[in-house]
Nanobody, 125 residues
């Protein structure tokens, strides 16, 4: 099972941009889907964006389409998943998680078998 570690969270102001990173413990040598979720206390984990590791095809939740961009970097020693977040809003405040699965076009938490520990993002003026 692959280990995932998120980084890049922090405190930003409304309207700012922030990029999160998720580093995998190894290269993905088979077809994987990687995704970003977020969660606030008392709420279910929310799907944000996913990407096919082999093709780079991305898909998004309607709530973040046009503001968030998911991408992958396979050139480093370890595979890296990125999430660029633009025009951030207070309602983007949450713990952000990356996840991996061998299922194609997955978007529900139960579809994913590997999870990072999360990184906190707070949007406040």
């Amino acid at each position: 099972q692959v280990q995932l570690v998120e980084s890049g969270g922090g405190l930003v102001r409304p309207g700012d941009s922030l990029t999160l990173s998720c580093t995998a413990s190894r290269h993905f040598d088979t077809a994987y889907t990687l995704a970003w979720f977020r969660q606030t206390p008392g709420k279910e984990r929310e799907f944000l964006a996913g990407i096919s590791w082999t093709t780079g095809a991305a898909y998004y939740a309607d709530s973040v389409k046009g503001r968030f961009t998911v991408s992958r970097d396979r050139d480093n020693a370890n595979d890296e998943l990125l999430l660029q977040m633009d025009d951030m809003k207070p309602e983007d405040t949450a713990a952000y998680y990356c996840a991996a699965t061998t299922r194609f076009y997955a978007y529900t938490p139960d579809d994913f078998t590997s999870w990072g520990q999360g990184t906190q993002v707070t949007v406040s003026s």
